[in-house]
T-cell receptor, first 110, second 114 residues
Framework: QKEVEQNSGPLSVPEGAIASLNCTYS??????FFWYRQYSGKSPELIMS????GDKEDGRFTAQLNKASQYVSLLIRDSQPSDSATYLC??????????FGTGTRLQVFP | EPEVTQTPSHQVTQMGQEVILRCVPI?????FYWYRQILGQKVEFLVS????????KSEIFDDQFSVERPDGSNFTLKIRSTKLEDSAMYFC????????????FGPGTRLTVL
């Protein structure tokens, strides 16, 4: 069974701090990795995609991938209360279905 | 920016009834997906569809489920005889080619089975 694991949280950080979200996956053939943000009752919204080892930055967001350790992370700099949501890690393997983790709930308090 | 749309936003039905959830994928997209999310749980893959055929389906997608692309725009998910445990958010997604990195999700349909 191919799994994606995340700490369910909640992760609470003060406004302006860095939030660090982590994810591990079990299928070594996975090639594409995604972070989605999901507000309560809404659909997943793509934040970042990453395919190669290393870091990828987009604005306040940085995704990090380590395929040897089967580990993906998302850093959110200068966290804002509007970043409060559940962050879903998703992995695409050798088929085109996304496998999601359970998500980490992030709370940014003023 | 083009979007995936879904109707209805909320469907309430009695156990045993048939429901059809509708999706309009982005117009030039060729691969279509249904996912579901039971309240408080992870998003789960149900089925993928390409060239008027199911490409892959999960073990959740049993004989009670079917998908169809009845015309050039709609993509539907039918549940023949709903059960209480079918209550969930159902998300449609699409991509324009296999290997494309982004599955675009619709806003979802909340299905409540009473």
């Amino acid at each position: 069974q191919k799994e994606v694991e995340q700490n369910s949280g909640p992760l609470s950080v003060p406004e302006g701090a860095i939030a660090s979200l982590n994810c591990t996956y079990s299928d070594r053939v996975s090639q594409s990795f995604f972070w989605y943000r999901q507000y309560s009752g809404k659909s997943p919204e793509l934040i970042m995609s990453i395919y190669s080892n290393g870091d990828k930055e987009d604005g306040r967001f940085t995704a990090q991938l380590n395929k040897a350790s089967q580990y993906v992370s998302l850093l959110i700099r200068d966290s804002q209360p509007s970043d409060s949501a559940t962050y879903l890690c998703a992995v695409l393997g050798n088929t085109d279905k996304l496998i999601f983790g359970t998500g980490t709930r992030l709370q940014v308090f003023p | 920016e083009p979007e995936v749309t879904q109707t209805p936003s909320h469907q309430v039905t009695q156990m045993g009834q048939e429901v059809i959830l509708r999706c309009v994928p982005i117009s030039n997209h060729l691969y279509f997906y249904w996912y579901r999310q039971i309240l408080g749980q992870k998003v789960e893959f149900l089925v993928s569809f390409y060239n008027n055929e199911i490409s892959e389906k999960s073990e959740i997608f049993d004989d009670q489920f079917s998908v169809e692309r009845p015309d050039g725009s709609n993509f539907t998910l039918k549940i023949r005889s709903t059960k209480l445990e079918d209550s969930a958010m159902y998300f449609c997604a699409s991509i324009n080619y296999r290997g494309s990195d982004t599955q675009y999700f619709g806003p979802g349909t909340r299905l409540t089975v009473l």
